[in-house]
């Protein structure tokens, strides 16, 4: 057996190998075995003819193709094993020439990890995160959190009246532009909190006063940035029916309501909780700030062709991600890329540029671990695995246990490479500059 190793571009290998008859042999006989398992031959148990009284009755170019695949299956791996080819994603194997007593030639197309060449990571890094932004938690954010909290708690209770703000009402609407019935801008059993502004400004005004079962007919504008482009600061003409009118009691924030979310004993622990969890947020996304400048400051160091295939498989990622979040808000993928006027390659186009730089990233990242001989024991595996059990509960049944455990172990070098990185950043003389409380509260308990 011979073969020839050709660089391509864009971090590919092509791998061209020639099989003589003699090399292809053992794996026809292999082929022709398996043929004979479950072959039925008059006077022998099915599966129990010898393979050379089977040879004649099998078609000879699918014994030859069997022969061929067996041969690609076993030869690949360990080309790759022993000339230390290390590919990312599938490769792609092309047949050349096949033919009975002939030589078997095929090619086999790879991307590879691309060689990396790293700068000083010290003399980068170390001018980094001599600013660093810290946020003190409010009196206010702690407020605003208790109220989002009491507001998702709210008790309802139908009522006959008409709507007032705060009230829930249950309504089915059409909206029309120039008579025209927008089929994408249209619901039934639609909730809403009156006065919250979560629809078109002036839509919810129009609303007060209604009971259940009455309908009325109303025009507004669409605000600039409506998300139909074409409709922006159009009027919008509205077809609506109240279904229901609920009243909604907000429960008293004390020390019962505390109690209630069954792990507080008091309104301060409850209070202590919130702050803690915006607290953690906060340094959160000033570590992921730094982290996405550790990034960028390397990545434009470094010049490197990024495989296709990575590059795909972050686009399939996004793309999965992109779904879930959609489905979160009880919103199908289609009616999103319906509702932005995009197909699903499109979208794809759009994404590919962040993709690119997500792949580049942690070829970066992997580049560096592999250089710092970084890497993870089976206690800290064993811990990654127990990490990702309970954080991920049933998702983790849909891999096996050499999965779950690979997983975990990137995982740890993963953590292991930014402890590294964030070595280099500077610990003492370091600037804080404070940053506007977040304005958005969360539920954080």
């Given at each position: 057996?011979?073969?020839?190793?050709?660089?391509?571009?864009?971090?590919?290998?092509?791998?061209?190998?020639?099989?003589?008859?003699?090399?292809?042999?053992?794996?026809?006989?292999?082929?022709?075995?398996?043929?004979?398992?479950?072959?039925?031959?008059?006077?022998?148990?099915?599966?129990?003819?010898?393979?050379?009284?089977?040879?004649?009755?099998?078609?000879?170019?699918?014994?030859?193709?069997?022969?061929?695949?067996?041969?690609?299956?076993?030869?690949?791996?360990?080309?790759?094993?022993?000339?230390?080819?290390?590919g990312v994603g599938a490769p792609k194997v092309e047949i050349t020439k096949i033919a009975p007593d002939n030589n078997l030639e095929f090619k086999v197309?790879?991307?590879?990890?691309?060689?990396?060449?790293?700068?000083?990571?010290?003399?980068?890094?170390?001018?980094?995160?001599?600013?660093?932004?810290?946020?003190?938690?409010?009196?206010?954010?702690?407020?605003?959190?208790?109220?989002?909290?009491?507001?998702?708690?709210?008790?309802t209770t139908k009522v006959e009246r008409g709507a007032t703000e705060g009230d829930l009402v249950n309504v089915n609407f059409k909206t029309f532009s120039?008579?025209?019935?927008?089929?994408?801008?249209?619901?039934?059993?639609?909730?809403?909190?009156?006065?919250?502004?979560?629809?078109?400004?002036?839509?919810?005004?129009?609303?007060?006063?209604?009971?259940?079962?009455e309908e009325k007919n109303f025009s507004v504008t669409a605000p600039a940035d409506y998300w139909e482009e074409n409709l922006r600061g159009k009027k919008?003409?509205?077809?609506?029916?109240?279904?229901?009118?609920?009243?909604?009691?907000?429960?008293?924030?004390?020390?019962?309501?505390?109690?209630?979310?069954?792990?507080?004993?008091?309104?301060?622990?409850?209070?202590?909780?919130?702050?803690?969890?915006?607290?953690?947020?906060?340094?959160?996304?000033?570590?992921?700030?730094?982290?996405?400048?550790?990034?960028?400051?390397?990545?434009?160091?470094?010049?490197?062709?990024?495989?296709?295939?990575?590059?795909?498989?972050?686009?399939?990622?996004?793309?999965?991600?992109?779904?879930?979040?959609?489905?979160?808000?009880?919103?199908?993928?289609?009616?999103?890329?319906?509702?932005?006027?995009?197909?699903?390659?499109?979208?794809?186009?759009?994404?590919?540029?962040?993709?690119?730089?997500?792949?580049?990233?942690?070829?970066?990242?992997?580049?560096?671990?592999?250089?710092?001989?970084?890497?993870?024991?089976?206690?800290?595996?064993?811990?990654?695995?127990?990490?990702?059990?309970?954080?991920?509960?049933?998702?983790?049944?849909?891999?096996?246990?050499?999965?779950?455990?690979?997983?975990?172990?990137?995982?740890?070098?993963?953590?292991?490479?930014?402890?590294?990185?964030?070595?280099?950043?500077?610990?003492?003389?370091?600037?804080?500059?404070?940053?506007?409380?977040?304005?958005?509260?969360?539920?954080?308990?």
């Amino acid at each position: 057996m011979d073969f020839t190793i050709k660089e391509l571009a864009k971090s590919q290998l092509e791998i061209n190998f020639v099989l003589t008859p003699e090399d292809l042999r053992p794996y026809l006989e292999s082929a022709l075995n398996d043929i004979a398992k479950n072959a039925s031959v008059a006077g022998y148990r099915p599966g129990k003819a010898p393979a050379n009284l089977i040879k004649d009755k099998v078609d000879p170019v699918a014994l030859l193709e069997e022969g061929a695949e067996k041969a690609i299956r076993d030869i690949w791996p360990k080309t790759a094993e022993e000339q230390k080819i290390e590919g990312v994603g599938a490769p792609k194997v092309e047949i050349t020439k096949i033919a009975p007593d002939n030589n078997l030639e095929f090619k086999v197309t790879v991307d590879i990890l691309p060689k990396i060449e790293l700068p000083d990571l010290k003399f980068l890094l170390s001018p980094l995160g001599k600013e660093r932004i810290v946020s003190k938690v409010e009196k206010k954010e702690i407020e605003d959190s208790l109220n989002w909290l009491a507001d998702s708690r709210a008790i309802t209770t139908k009522v006959e009246r008409g709507a007032t703000e705060g009230d829930l009402v249950n309504v089915n609407f059409k909206t029309f532009s120039n008579g025209q019935e927008l089929s994408e801008s249209q619901a039934d059993n639609y909730p809403l909190v009156l006065g919250k502004g979560h629809f078109l400004e002036g839509f919810e005004k129009e609303l007060m006063g209604l009971k259940a079962n009455e309908e009325k007919n109303f025009s507004v504008t669409a605000p600039a940035d409506y998300w139909e482009e074409n409709l922006r600061g159009k009027k919008l003409d509205f077809q609506v029916k109240v279904n229901e009118v609920s009243e909604r009691k907000l429960p008293l924030i004390d020390d019962g309501f505390a109690k209630t979310l069954g792990q507080f004993d008091s309104i301060n622990t409850l209070k202590k909780s919130i702050e803690e969890g915006i607290k953690g947020e906060k340094e959160k996304a000033e570590s992921e700030r730094l982290r996405v400048l550790i990034l960028k400051n390397i990545s434009d160091q470094v010049k490197l062709d990024v495989p296709e295939s990575l590059i795909e498989g972050e686009l399939n990622a996004m793309i999965h991600d992109l779904r879930h979040q959609c489905e979160d808000h009880g919103l199908s993928f289609e009616d999103y890329l319906k509702q932005l006027k995009k197909t699903e390659e499109e979208m794809r186009s759009d994404l590919k540029s962040g993709a690119s730089s997500k792949a580049k990233a942690d070829l970066i990242l992997r580049a560096i671990s592999k250089e710092q001989k970084i890497n993870a024991n089976e206690e800290e595996i064993n811990v990654a695995v127990a990490e990702l059990l309970h954080s991920m509960g049933g998702e983790v049944s849909e891999l096996s246990n050499d999965e779950i455990k690979l997983y975990a172990k990137e995982m740890v070098i993963r953590r292991k490479t930014w402890d590294y990185l964030e070595s280099f950043l500077p610990q003492e003389g370091v600037k804080i500059t404070k940053e506007e409380t977040i304005k958005t509260p969360k539920d954080t308990v």
